[in-house]
């Protein structure tokens, strides 16, 4: 087969957020000075990006506007990247939930496909709108080198896919504050077929 172009994405998550360790999901808080610090390291030194993709939230969309104007990079803000929405468990510690539903949280991480929180997104729906955004950023951004700014569940999915991981098994996936991982997208007939590098290099 002929390969007809590569993309290249580097999956970056939101250094650490305001508040703590939380199950923070949609709820918007902003970076501390260190999570700050986390992401501009993260960077240093890399570039040859030819723009950045953004979840809205902002302790991805304010580094992501900071860097996006001092590279002089178009930045596009997409909601799909928004992290997973966790309903009744927003903005708690997994210690506050565990001491009120325990049973309900061990059933959830074990296997969160089948264990919703209450009236949060569910995994597959969440599974579905983020690869609806990565199809597109695939689709718009062909043959360039993007660089995505977003949350630990949303580049879990994204990784899952591209290494075939069932989705019962996304939190067995590391993605530490301010991790970089790249992925390389070969395009041979019009059809992607992605692979994850071992690294990222500058």
């Not at 002929?2 to 993309?7: D, I, Q, R």
């Not at 061990?106 to 599974?127: I, K, S, V, Y």
């Not at 043959?143 to 994204?158: D, K, M, P, Q, Y």
């Not at 019009?190 to 071992?198: I, K, V, Y």
């Amino acid at each position: 087969m002929t390969k007809e172009a590569m993309t290249m994405v580097d999956l970056m998550r939101h250094g650490e957020p305001l508040g703590g360790m939380l199950l923070r999901g949609s709820t918007d808080h902003a970076l501390t000075e260190t999570g700050w610090r986390q992401m501009r390291q993260a960077v240093e030194g890399r570039d040859g990006w030819a723009r950045i993709v953004s979840s809205p939230l902002k302790r991805c969309q304010q580094f992501a506007q900071e860097l996006s104007q001092s590279r002089a990079l178009p930045l596009r803000v997409h909601e799909g990247f928004s992290e997973i929405h966790f309903g009744a468990w927003e903005g708690r510690s997994m210690e506050d939930v565990h001491d009120t539903e325990p049973e309900r949280l061990a059933a959830f991480w074990a296997d969160p496909m089948n264990n919703t929180p209450p009236q949060g997104e569910p995994l597959t729906d969440f599974r579905r709108r983020v690869l609806a955004a990565w199809s597109e950023l695939l689709q718009d951004y062909r043959g360039e080198h993007v660089l995505v700014t977003a949350h630990g569940g949303v580049n879990r999915v994204i990784l899952a896919e591209v290494l075939g991981m069932p989705l019962q098994n996304l939190f067995r996936i590391d993605v530490p504050y301010a991790c970089l991982t790249r992925i390389i997208v070969d395009h041979v007939h019009g059809e992607p077929a992605a692979r994850l590098s071992s690294h990222v290099a500058p």
